[in-house]
């Protein structure tokens, strides 16, 4: 079968046969109808040899975190009521699902998951970017019924990581609130539409980009800013002074931080999400009183099967530009060039 896989620290990932696998007990095997591409695969690449061989990431990577695909085989001993043929995604904060949080289905916060050498698909153990794909145990499997999985398949990442990040600031955004989202891509936009669909908030977006912008409108936003060192200052006018009630920062580069604690209202709440390097300095007087400053990851399992319910509702659309897999590489050349209106997704 045909993959794309990172096999070269600092190649670009390339297009190459292996074998179709197997599913080994308790696993389930599937056949890949979509592969959403995200800019954490573009982190992952980047990194030195020394820091990719530290977070123990192999090599050859089959790359895909979000994954959706159709089940082709169970491996033995699998016991669930799926059945050969269900669509389904991918649930990709794979954990050891014993431990507390993994039993209230939070896998991405499993406290086992490092020790135990758990890795999702495609950030350490095969991903999605092929025809086929082993998925772990039933437990990651969520059944999308008659969603379209090309249209779909990134409300696994790129749905579920904004979703996870917006609701537990809700109560914070009722009616007359702001929010700020920094970064209009494909997790940016597909949280702008979470927040019109679930909150009272005026949303305020902020990209580098003005085909960024004019995509954050498209989803809804109500303001757009170009996100530069003058933002702050625009968004503490437009809000008298007092600042917003919830900041997501989907770059997370020190200028975008910067931003975001700048803007943060008295017990605000500065959400962090991009994994651009950056920091924060915090202390009083550096940011609002009682703010508070959030690094989530990904997001449960629960949250899943919820942000699909918004997408059967009709109340988030994600924009997808759709390659082969022959041309995956062009998508993360794409992505890496800023050249992405919402989410690239590979279709093998
Ligand atoms: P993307 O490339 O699709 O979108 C990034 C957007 O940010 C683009 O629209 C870009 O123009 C914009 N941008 C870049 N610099 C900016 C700046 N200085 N100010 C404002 N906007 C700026 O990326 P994505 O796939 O949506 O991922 C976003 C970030 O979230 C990445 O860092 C990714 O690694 C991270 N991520 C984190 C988690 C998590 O669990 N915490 C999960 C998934 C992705
Ligand atoms: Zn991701
Ligand atoms: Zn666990």
Known sequence: MKALRYTKIGSAPEVVEIEKPTPGPGEILLK??????????????????????????????????????????????????????????VYGPWGCGHCLNCSQGKENYCTNAVAEGIRPPGLGSQGSMAEYMIVDDVRHLVPIGDLDPVKNVSLTDAGLTP????????????????????????LGHVGIQMLKALSGATVIVLDVS?????????????????????????????????????????????????????????????????????????????????????VPYWGSRSELIEVFELAKAGKVDVEVQPYSLDDAPKAYEDLHAGAIRGRAVIVP
């Open 163 to 186: 979703y996870h990040a917006i609701k537990r600031s809700l109560p914070k955004l009722g009616a007359g609130t702001v929010a700020v989202v920094i970064g209009s891509g494909g």
């Open 210 to 294: 003005d085909e960024k912008l004019e995509l954050a409108k498209h989803v809804g936003a109500d303001v757009t800013l170009i996100s530069d060192e003058s933002a702050a200052g625009k968004i503490r006018e437009l809000t008298g002074g007092v600042g917003v009630d919830a900041v997501f920062d989907f770059v997370g580069a020190n200028p975008t931080i910067a931003t975001a604690t700048a803007v943060a209202a008295m017990e605000a709440d500065v959400t962090i999400v991009g994994i651009g390097g950056g920091s924060a300095t915090i202390g009083f007087g550096s940011i609002a009183y009682d703010a508070a400053v959030r």
């Open 32 to 89: 890949v109808t979509a592969a959403g591409v995200c800019h954490s695969d573009d982190y992952v690449m980047s990194l030195p040899e020394e820091d990719y061989l530290a977070q123990q990431y192999p090599l050859p990577l089959t790359l895909g975190h979000e994954g959706a695909g159709v089940i082709e085989s169970f491996g033995e001993g699998v016991e669930t009521g799926l059945q050969i043929g269900d669509a389904v995604a």
